[in-house]
């Protein structure tokens, strides 16, 4: 088969004959394909069949051990000039990209598939979708691409004979960490990744084309690629509030998007509205104001941590055609994870393969774990029970506030309000956060992640930041700026804010300062809530656990803007003089 796309079936034969796979089939996005995709899977290997009686439609898969997260240092964006990329950027020439890359992906795909998928970032259609074709080696690749994105015939019949596609190739090719590379080719409206068959590196619809490509196109076009969540909070009068949160990597988006209100917020009147999970692109609509969707059909979420009780509606929906991802295998054909829900299973194979038991130790005594502290499930968004009714609307939701956040032991108060739109653009250029094993490198290491898109940025983050201030002054009324940090811990170490559901108290302050029904206290970082705004019902917190949540030290301050301001000299000139406007502002009313 080919399509009546002249120019992707030149570019699919082009590849071909690059890869050598020994067949070539594309992808229709049926039923029936499914079925035979993974029963070839089951024979080879790749897939696991799970228990179906217990969680029918849903199979594992265990990546390589080098494999298991994205490789920040492994990821490149390939534009002509250097400075276009930026200082935030892993950088390669255009050429020199294709020509290391071309060497691994040679002859990579010789005894294997190449899988043809089409897919839709958007419902297939919408004015607002970006459509791209990925080829790959990887049945996992497509079955993951099917949940995650809108795949199929519909897409090509979309895109008739001339349609405009991002061209993205992957081979798992030897899984050697020596040999991977995740290139962007923004210039070319091409990603190229090699040698990784992880999520984040090998879905070309979410980070890199939804991100990298989608920020930098973003940045062309006049609107905003986020790496957010997306959420409605609808309040005791059926008003619904949405907002857009972003935070790093494993700092709490799937979690915050789907949460279930806590009893005394429930019976007010309270409910929640689940967009999306990771991704939002939003856009100036004709009304002057923000309004976003999620380009995503599903959830490739965090598994550990995830239980009835931090996030029942994500358990309720990974019960039946989900695709779990280095978890522990139990021997029922079930699944299980560290901080999953009771019991602890006594034994079952880990994440590597490996027999495991729930009281073996390593050398130094410590649990062996079953499941990767970045092991994953991916599930259709449409099993959570509380999607929004708007999921398939192509212009989305309008935006009342966007939230910054990430994971901070010291110094970050639980909220804060910006007080204008550039003083909340600073806010997020600042942004620090632990880091998390959604990534390799040192974990728990504080590195700044402004907006949550350091990694994910296509482009010289200076001229970012200068979009964001434009999409502000655009806007006839832009959305309120506020940080949030569940992470605050006390003396012992312990987290001070109980999280998870409980974080919509923080929300409805958040959303009651959008509509101006609840005064504030001004702080040299901005607004924070009288401690009796915080509604604290049912919660065994005093007013002085608040207080000390809500605590701003100058000191630290003056000694964290240090941080501010050798970040912002990364950049040289071409940072905008409105954020260095900022700092000055900033350190002056520390300094008072
Ligand atoms: P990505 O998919 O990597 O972009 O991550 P995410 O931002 O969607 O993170 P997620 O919601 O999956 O949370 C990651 C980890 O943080 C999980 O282990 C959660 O259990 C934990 N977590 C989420 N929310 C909270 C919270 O409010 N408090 C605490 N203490 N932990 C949380
Ligand atoms: C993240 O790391 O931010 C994720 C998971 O959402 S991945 O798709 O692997 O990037
Ligand atoms: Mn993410």
């Keep these: 088969m080919t399509s009546k ?9 082009e590849m071909a004959k690059m890869c050598h796979p020994d067949h070539i089939v594309w992808i229709d996005g049926s039923e029936e394909e499914r079925i035979r995709l993974e029963a070839e899977a089951f024979r080879t290997g790749e897939l696991i069949q799970l228990n179906q009686e217990k969680l029918p439609g849903c199979v594992y898969h265990r990546t390589s051990p080098n494999d298991v997260a994205r ?6 964006i390939c534009t002509k000039k250097k400075a276009d990329a930026g200082p935030n950027n892993n950088w390669m020439k255009p050429s020199e990209g294709y020509k290391a890359a071309s060497e691994i992906f040679r002859n990579s795909m010789v005894g294997r598939t190449m899988y043809v998928i089409p897919f839709s970032m958007g419902p297939v259609g919408s004015p607002f979708s970006k459509i791209g074709v990925e080829l790959t080696d990887s049945i996992y690749v497509v079955l993951n691409m099917r949940i995650m994105t809108r795949i199929g015939a519909s897409v090509l019949e979309k895109l008739g004979k001339d349609g405009q596609f991002t061209k993205g190739l992957h081979s798992k090719a030897d899984l050697d960490v020596n040999r991977r590379l995740i290139l962007h080719f923004p210039e070319d409206n091409t990603i190229w990744s ?5 999520g984040g590196n090998v879905l070309l619809g979410k980070k890199c084309l939804s991100l990298r490509l989608g920020s930098y196109q973003g940045y062309k076009e006049g609107w905003m690629a986020e790496h957010m969540l997306i ?3 609808e309040d005791p009068t059926g008003y619904i509030g949405y907002i857009a949160a972003a935070f790093p990597s494993a700092c709490g988006k799937t979690n915050l998007a789907m949460l279930i209100p806590p009893e005394g917020l429930k019976r007010k009147g309270y409910r929640i509205w689940t967009v999306g999970d ?5 856009r100036i609509d004709t009304d002057g104001t923000l309004w976003a969707v999620n380009p995503e059909a599903g959830f490739f979420g965090v598994a550990p941590g995830t239980n009835a009780k931090t996030n029942p509606n994500m358990m309720t929906s990974i019960q039946k055609n989900t695709i779990y991802t280095n978890v522990l295998l139990k021997m029922d054909g079930t699944v299980w994870w560290e901080g999953g829900d009771p019991p602890v299973p006594s034994e079952g194979i880990d994440w590597q393969g490996r027999p495991w038991r729930s009281d073996l130790k390593d050398e130094n005594g410590k649990a062996v774990l079953s499941a990767h502290p970045n092991s994953r499930f991916t599930v259709p968004a449409g099993q959570c029970p509380s999607i929004t009714n708007r999921f398939e609307h192509h212009h989305g939701v309008p935006i009342s506030a966007i939230v910054f956040g990430g994971r901070r032991a010291k110094l970050a108060p639980l909220v804060y309000e910006a007080f204008t739109w550039q003083h909340g653009v600073y806010v997020g250029a600042t942004m620090a956060s632990e880091r998390t094993a959604a990534q390799y490198g040192k974990q728990g290491e ?3 992640d402004p907006m949550a898109m350091l990694p994910f940025c296509g482009y010289n983050m200076a ?15 832009s959305p309120k700026i506020f940080n949030v940090n569940w992470f605050r811990t006390d003396e012992s170490g312990d987290f001070m804010w109980p999280g998870y559901g409980e974080n919509l108290r923080v929300l409805e302050w958040i959303i009651d300062r959008c509509r101006y029904k609840v005064g504030a206290v001004e702080t040299p970082i901005g607004y924070i809530p009288y401690t009796g705004d915080i509604d604290t019902t049912g919660l065994d917190m005093t007013p002085e656990t608040i207080d000390k949540l809500l605590a701003i030290d100058k000191n630290e ?8 301001k050798e970040f912002f000299d990364m950049f040289g000139k071409r940072m905008p003089k409105e954020m260095l406007n900022e700092y000055e502002a900033l350190k002056k009313r520390l300094s008072k």
């Design 5 to 13: 796309h002249a120019e992707i079936n030149k570019w699919v034969k």
């Design 71 to 76: 490789t920040e240092h492994l990821t490149y």
């Design 194 to 198: 090699v040698g990784s068959g992880y």
């Design 231 to 233: 959420m409605g909070i």
């Design 278 to 282: 990771d991704i939002a692109w939003m």
């Design 446 to 448: 504080v590195r700044r």
């Design 463 to 477: 001229d970012y930041f200068k979009h964001w201030l434009k999409m502000g002054k655009l806007m006839s009324r």
């Design 557 to 564: 301050w003056l000694e964290e803007i240090k941080g501010h």
